[in-house]
């Protein structure tokens, strides 16, 4: 674990980004047309399940093409926008809304699979022991639900994440690195006498998670499990980004027990 600095407050809660940190991607950084090169007969055999009649492919395009639209519409109101992804699929497929809901269920397994690194659950269950109140700020959509609880076998309230400190992008149509999410986080965490200077935020982007979260005061936390990445940020001192510094660094998600002890001493 890299310490970027020594933090003197004890820490009372910490909140979570799920893809890339929580949750592992098997396919990341990848766009959806590459993604659709590795999964094509599945999608395509999804497509001629729900009555489309384009090619799995021509249908991602469109797709596309919608996104970009519904973020120019929204764009008058936050500069970071977020669809409902069900509504998309409702409108280019021609289905009922709980069609589209399956549909977006079924394509986002097919296009983004993830798993849990070992010692996910574990670390969760230990921080909860020690009195942390858990919560999650992550971009996302409805199935990520669904997402967790195959993942863990569990619900959210079953592995102890708060209601109150759980946000997903999807509720409010605005996506990280936008603020609303972290905002409303501070507001609930105040009722708990908790403020962002005792709360961890963990997440694996720079630009989504670690810029808000130190500029809201939050104790910030990159996750970054990759070694060779890790050993880059180390020679060249990165981020050079202003703002964008984390407090501190973990290459595992175990490293987190670390921090947490540190701060109660």
């Not at 630009?207 to 939050?218: H, L, R």
């Amino acid at each position: 674990m890299a310490r970027i600095k020594k933090h003197s407050v004890p820490v009372k809660a910490a909140l979570f980004d799920l893809y890339g940190t929580l949750f592992i991607q098997e396919m990341p950084r990848m766009s959806l047309l590459e993604k659709y090169k590795k999964t094509k007969p599945r999608i395509d055999n999804l497509v001629k399940k729900y009555g489309g009649n384009l090619s799995g492919r021509q249908l991602i395009i469109d797709f596309i093409s919608e996104v970009r639209k519904e973020h120019k519409v929204q764009k008058k109101h936050t500069a970071h926008p977020e669809i409902v992804v069900e509504n998309l699929w409702k409108k280019l497929l021609g289905i009922s809304a709980s069609e589209a809901k399956q549909f977006a269920s079924e394509f986002e397994s097919i296009m983004n699979p993830v798993y849990l690194r070992e010692g996910t659950e574990e670390t969760l269950q230990i921080l909860n022991e020690w009195g942390l109140y858990l919560g999650i700020i992550s971009n996302a959509q409805f199935y990520t639900i669904d997402v967790f609880k195959d993942l863990f076998n569990k619900s959210l309230p079953e592995m102890n994440f708060r209601e109150e400190l759980t946000f997903f992008s999807f509720r409010f149509r605005e996506a990280k690195p936008g603020r609303i999410m972290f905002r409303k986080a501070i507001d609930n965490l105040a009722e708990k006498n908790i403020s962002p200077s005792e709360c961890l935020f963990v997440g694996n982007d720079l630009e989504a998670d670690i810029g808000p979260s130190n500029e809201e005061g939050f104790i910030s936390v990159f996750y970054c499990r990759d070694m060779n990445i890790f050993k880059r940020w180390r020679a060249a001192r990165l981020p050079r980004q202003p703002g964008q510094k984390p407090q501190y660094m973990i290459t595992d998600i175990t490293q987190l027990q670390g921090i947490v002890k540190n701060s109660r001493r």
